[in-house]
């Protein structure tokens, strides 16, 4: 989007990314129950990073501390290296927000929606070309004339997501931007958020599996209150093992190369696959835990002179991933109360029964 001056700031492109988000330590407890229980986590500039739970998990608690809607019980929570709870004003100005139910009065025309928001945030931009700016970018541009209340939900939502553009801020908030659209609004709106992770740092908050494999670069799991996993979107898969599963094609002699494969270092598992490619044979071969074994493998089959035409790594299903770590996390807590609530013995304080 158009910008309302120009910097003559030199920009060291080598400079780390700063942190726009920082979350530390953070609990919200309402009596004895966590809401969110001491959770930490950064998300850099320029990152998409997708928040995902099941429904109670925390997502939107979280988000309203972050947004400065709710305060925290503990911990803290930084915008672009500014406490929430002492800097509101400045901290809000570098967000821009999408609640579940976006804020829309739907009385108003999508225009008037949209100048009322611009006088709201006390924008400096030129205001007609900064309007047309954030329309253009959520192609709202042909409803602009025309009353909230009579848009399918699709544009509300685009009109939701064009009044968090407005004052052009460096972190856009979105929490569950497509519950209730159709499938093509679904698409649209997905497009749309990649586009403005090229100018923005977007944090997303979603149960949607789908929705953040097809637009985040990062995914963070909660579940009870409780940050289970938080890796980029292809290492996902790493938060349950370390371990890393390849399809491996080679040209060779099949049985001879099973052989070797099957006794290199590092590598737990060797699966021939009835496919072939040319006259390549193909292989599902599982590394142990933390070993990587594509140089070595690489290296052993060019001395047999066993071309390696194709390694790809094989990842499980976002679905499988999320099921076994929440399942994880569920099993970790019930467990956790189970000890909490065994009955001290006698016999304990003396033998060390624990």
């Not at 997502?59 to 929430?84: E, W």
């Not at 205001?127 to 409803?143: E, G, L, M, Q, S």
């Not at 609004?185 to 923005?200: C, W």
Request: hydrophobic share 35%; aromatic share 6%.
């Amino acid at each position: 989007m158009r910008k309302a001056e120009t910097s003559t700031t030199v920009v060291d492109e080598t400079a780390e990314a700063p942190n726009m988000i920082e979350v530390e330590n953070l609990v919200k407890r309402y009596g004895v129950k966590y809401a969110v229980d001491d959770i930490s986590f950064t998300i850099k500039k320029g990152e998409i990073v997708g928040f995902l739970g099941p429904n109670g998990a925390g997502k939107t608690t979280t988000i309203n501390i972050i947004t400065g809607f709710l305060s925290s019980t503990s911990g803290s929570a930084r915008i672009a290296g500014l406490d929430v709870l002492d800097h509101p004003t400045e901290t809000k100005r570098n967000i821009g927000y999408l609640p579940e139910q976006p804020p829309l009065y739907v009385d108003l025309t999508v225009n008037e929606y949209l100048n009322f928001v611009y006088d709201l945030k006390g924008c400096t931009f030129n205001r007609d070309a900064h309007i047309t700016d954030v329309c253009n970018v959520t192609k709202i541009n042909d409803v602009r004339p025309r009353l909230i209340k009579n848009l399918s939900k699709g544009y509300r939502q685009r009109v939701g997501i064009a009044q968090a553009l407005i004052g052009n801020p460096p972190i856009i908030i979105l929490d569950e931007p497509t519950v209730g659209l159709d499938p093509k609004q679904v698409i649209e709106v997905r497009s749309l958020i990649r586009t403005l992770g090229r100018d923005h740092t977007v944090f997303l908050s979603t149960h949607i599996l789908s929705e953040v494999q097809a637009v985040c670069d990062r995914i963070i799991i909660i579940n009870h209150g409780k940050i289970i996993a938080d890796k980029p979107r292809e290492d996902l898969a790493t938060a349950i093992s370390e371990s890393r599963t390849y399809l491996v094609k080679i040209c060779g002699p099949q049985r001879e190369v099973t052989q070797l494969l099957r006794t290199r270092a590092g590598v737990s598992r060797v699966e021939r696959r009835p496919e072939r490619d040319g006259d390549a044979y193909v292989y599902l071969v599982e590394s142990e835990p933390g070993a990587d074994i594509r140089k070595g493998l690489f290296f052993a089959l060019a001395q047999n002179n066993w071309p390696l035409v194709g390694i790809e790594p094989v990842g499980e299903d976002l679905e499988d991933i999320f099921i076994r770590l929440v399942d994880q996390s569920d099993i970790r807590r019930k467990n956790a109360s189970a000890r909490q609530r065994r009955p001290i013995l006698s016999d304990d304080i003396y033998e060390g029964v624990k």
